[in-house]
């Protein structure tokens, strides 16, 4: 038995900064553009395990253990989701039924701005409340560029607009983990929530359109934004207070597109932006082939054949998230591996834990209940559906497993680094340095839970991650452990834009491979702007406006 040590140099400045060199070598490396993504991903997983065992005296073979568990759970569930969204999208383009679907949409509107709003915030809003994982940005990031955006453009906008969204993912995935390991009911944490994300909900919209089409762009079509921020963030509000947490991104992200699908008929913007690229130098946007115009309107038949794969999409991947269907096939269709010689050999120590807790190493291989496996029986059902052959889409399978093969690498590699810092107790070293701000805690543990998820890629991780160290630093400064629960979920989701997993799926989805590092440079300065914007509504929550937290019965 091992246990995590946090100030390894018993100095805390030393130790944060040691803690910080995988991260720092990662970003580095993917942001300089001149070594490739995947190439980045490993060279950043030997510098954790020299870090881990060298310096947090993890021994040697717990640290190689945890790495390879890393690998396979970075395959098994993310892995898995983008690798089938990319064979459903190619199914439908080969088929031409995509082409079709695109002119649908450009019959809702031919305006680019009011396509993002539609396409990157509300559709993704609702793939992200039904799957989450990784399943938005790759479905709307694959949905744009087939539209004829730029692939910085389809890439960096999904990344945005997935911001709001994302603490009731997966059918409120994030809520239950954060619940799970501070105690606190999962209904009073995503009520928190839902007094905090409302705002972002708002402004993301304006953001997203402005990050494309500059502030005289987006002014040009402010009350369809407007239309779409609200019609979102108000029945986030409610669901999330007044019903549960599980289904908010579901009913608002249905709210919002029928809203604006509606305004549009009766409003449309006086110019027409037709442009595909960044406002901004945007380079990619020649590498964009000219996307097919049609004369012909597609029948009604032809659109609903357009829409089909999707609505199959969204009605199996409803069906998988759920709690009744998990229920129902997890018995028999799950494969339980507790990785011998890791498996409750890590004990996690104060002040992270109240008490002494063994860290669980299981993989539990829940094979059909997977969301990439809920993709793909849809994917095959649509394949058939559009006159596929079985030959036909084993082949195009294969076809698909080569494109992804090097971003099954690098997301296998991010999350062998997520699960490696986790285990090793580097992560809650960072998370240590955060706690020390005293009256200015309330800010900098949002911006924790942003780190959080930066690091891990998953708001459910980084909630599960330092879910408990929000719980004892708020109660020993006196703050409410519900709004610093809920601050580190919603602080985490501006950090969503800028994980290395998120940007190798958004490249994945535009076939743009290795510009990650351009990606990254264009988030990141709007993660950090609004990750701290997020830290200064929780500070005025904590001291000025405390009649917005929440409170027990």
Not at 244 to 262: E, K
Not at 372 to 398: D, H, K, Q, W
Not at 467 to 475: A, V
Not at 543 to 549: A, H, L, Q, S
Request: charged share 10%; with cysteine; net charge positive.
């Amino acid at each position: 038995m091992w246990n995590q040590v946090y100030n390894p140099f018993n100095n805390a400045v030393l130790s944060t900064l040691a803690a910080a060199v995988p991260v720092v070598i990662l970003l580095a490396l993917i942001a300089s553009n001149k070594v490739k993504v995947h190439l980045a991903a490993i060279i950043a997983l030997i510098a954790a395990n020299l870090v881990a065992i060298y310096i947090f005296t993890m021994p040697a073979d717990l640290s190689l253990r945890a790495s390879l568990l890393g690998v396979i759970t970075g395959f098994f569930p993310i892995g898995w989701i983008v690798l089938n969204v990319i064979f459903l999208y190619r199914l439908t383009v080969e088929k031409g039924v995509f082409e079709t679907l695109q002119n649908t949409i450009g019959g809702v509107t031919r305006d680019r701005r009011l396509q993002i709003l539609l396409i990157a915030f509300s559709f993704g809003a609702f793939f992200e409340g039904a799957s989450g994982f990784g399943t938005p940005v790759a479905v709307t990031a694959a949905i744009l560029i087939g539209l004829g955006f730029s692939p910085l453009a389809a890439s960096g906008l999904s990344l945005i607009a997935n911001t709001a969204p994302v603490a009731y993912g997966a059918l409120g995935t994030p809520i239950a983990g954060l619940s799970s390991v501070t105690g606190i009911d999962p209904f009073l944490l995503g009520a928190m929530v839902g007094r905090q994300l409302p705002f972002f909900s708002v402004i993301i919209p304006f953001w997203v359109v402005w990050a494309f089409a500059g502030y005289k762009g987006m002014k040009e079509v402010w009350p369809a934004i407007l239309v779409t921020g609200l019609s979102f963030a108000i029945p986030q509000f409610l669901i999330s207070n007044y019903v549960n947490p599980w289904i908010v991104d579901i009913g608002a992200s249905l709210i919002s597109m029928a809203c604006l699908i509606g305004f549009l008929r009766i409003w449309q913007p006086k110019v027409i932006w037709t442009s595909t690229a960044l406002r901004i130098r945007d380079d990619s946007a020649s590498q964009v082939p000219p996307v097919k115009q049609t004369k012909k309107e597609p029948t009604r038949a032809e659109v609903w054949a357009s829409l089909t794969p999707w609505i199959i999409v969204c009605a199996v991947l409803l069906v998988w998230g759920t709690d009744w269907f998990k229920g129902m096939v997890n018995p028999w269709a799950t494969w339980s591996y507790p990785v011998p010689g890791l498996n409750e050999q890590i004990m996690k120590v104060a002040p992270i834990a109240a008490t002494p807790t063994p860290e669980k190493a299981v993989f539990a291989f829940t094979w059909l209940s997977y969301t990439g496996s809920g993709m793909l029986i849809a994917a095959i059902i649509s394949g058939f559906l559009m006159g596929y052959t079985p030959g036909e889409l084993v082949r195009s399978y294969g076809r698909t497993l080569k494109l992804c093969s090097y971003s099954l690498i690098t997301i296998s590699a991010m999350l062998a680094i997520g699960t490696l810092t986790r285990l090793s107790g580097i992560d809650a070293t960072l998370g240590l340095a955060f706690a020390t701000t005293g009256v200015l805690y309330p800010f900098f543990g949002t911006l924790l839970g942003w780190l959080g998820v930066a690091l891990t890629g998953s708001d459910t991780a980084s909630n599960v991650l330092f879910g408990n160290l929000q719980k004892i630093t708020s109660e020993q400064l006196g703050l409410s452990p519900i709004l610093m629960g809920a601050a580190n979920s919603s602080g985490g989701v501006m950090g969503k834009m800028i994980d290395a997993q998120s940007i190798v799926v958004a490249s994945t989805a535009t076939n743009w491979y290795g510009h990650e590092g351009t990606i990254l440079r264009f988030v990141f300065k709007h993660s950090i702007v609004l990750a701290c914007l997020v830290g200064i509504l929780v500070m005025l929550q904590a001291y000025v406006f405390t009649w917005m937290i929440v409170t027990p019965p």
